[in-house]
């Protein structure tokens, strides 16, 4: 199974909301990524997981609380986001290591009102 | 800060002509991976190149890697309207191995 899955596929909230994005995996892979991404732009690094523990975090802003249960499971939960923040937010995974490609999901369309 | 320039933006052919778009490194990187994203879709991996002067052919796409680890290219022969979508090149960043992207070039088929 080389499929990445995420849900939603889209999500409209409110400035006030509180919502959460599922990404799951099952080809063992160790390392999980969320990206967001604004049309016309290429994807933009937000977090990376590394055998489940938070490698990176590209100064995300605290409205955005990622957490990755076990290897085949990542979430973001998202609190008080901005309308700025309206994108497609995108999972991927890859084996752990820079010579590996990542398997991307079909994202989350978020539009925040 | 490291950066890798993609060109051109966007690329407007008839179905038939070819199609080339180019990434530039600041900096040598030790591979260069090649996605596509078909308008509505996600990125999805193409290829990944790690030798100096290496060439790579998946049926009508030729990519290159250059002598000096710096610039890559991917050319398309005689498109075809599933070949529509944007092309990105991506390099490992020298801090922390992560992913560092071109701007991407959109294909585009005249009607």
């Known amino acids: 199974d080389t499929e990445v899955t995420q849900t939603p596929k889209h999500l409209v909230m409110g400035m006030t909301n509180k919502k959460s994005l599922k990404c799951e995996q099952h080809?063992?892979?160790?390392?999980m990524y969320w990206y967001k991404q604004k049309a016309k732009k290429p994807p933009e690094l937000m977090f990376v997981?590394?055998?489940?523990?938070?490698?990176i975090n590209e100064s995300v802003p605290s409205r955005f609380s990622p957490e990755c249960p076990n290897s085949s499971l990542l979430n973001l939960h998202l609190h008080a986001l901005q309308p700025e923040d309206s994108a497609l937010y995108l999972c991927?995974?890859?084996?752990?290591?820079?010579?590996?490609?990542?398997?991307f999901g079909p994202g989350t369309r978020l539009t925040v009102l | 800060g490291q950066q890798v320039m993609q060109i051109p933006q966007y690329q407007h052919v008839q179905e038939g002509e070819d199609f080339t778009t180019y990434c530039n490194s600041s900096t040598t990187l030790s591979n260069i991976q090649w996605y596509k994203q078909r308008p509505g879709g996600h990125p999805v991996f193409l290829i990944q190149?790690?030798?100096s002067g290496e060439v790579k052919k998946q049926k009508r796409l030729t990519f290159q890697f250059g002598e000096a680890k710096k610039n890559s290219s991917l050319h398309i022969t005689a498109t075809q309207t599933t070949d529509v979508g944007t092309y990105f090149c991506a390099g490992p960043r020298d801090s922390n191995y992560q992913l560092i992207w071109g701007a991407g070039t959109k294909l585009i088929i005249k009607p």
């Open positions: 997981y590394s055998y489940e523990k938070l490698s």
């Open positions: 080809m063992g892979h160790r390392a």
């Open positions: 190149l790690v030798k």
């Open positions: 991927a995974s890859s084996r752990v290591g820079q010579y590996n490609e990542q398997f």
